[in-house]
């Protein structure tokens, strides 16, 4: 699926602009097939060099744009 490919390796900004990581695949419905949550890895030099493999899960519902990098909603946002 074309959209699944390029929300892959995006990076994922909360609203302060601040990175939160990339993301790593995508979690499906399956019974409506909608995209349900984001798997995003947490990503910086510091963690790489650590080994780190922490993953968070992103509802949907919290992503308030999507383009060259997907942003978060703030609390005013919700």
Known sequence: MRFTEDLVKKEVLNSGANIIG???DIKFNNETYEIQDLVVKKGS????IKGSKSENLIPIDLIKHVGDKIILKGEYDL
Do not use: A, E, N, R
């Open 22 to 24: 990339k993301v790593v």
């Open 45 to 48: 030099i510091s963690d790489s």
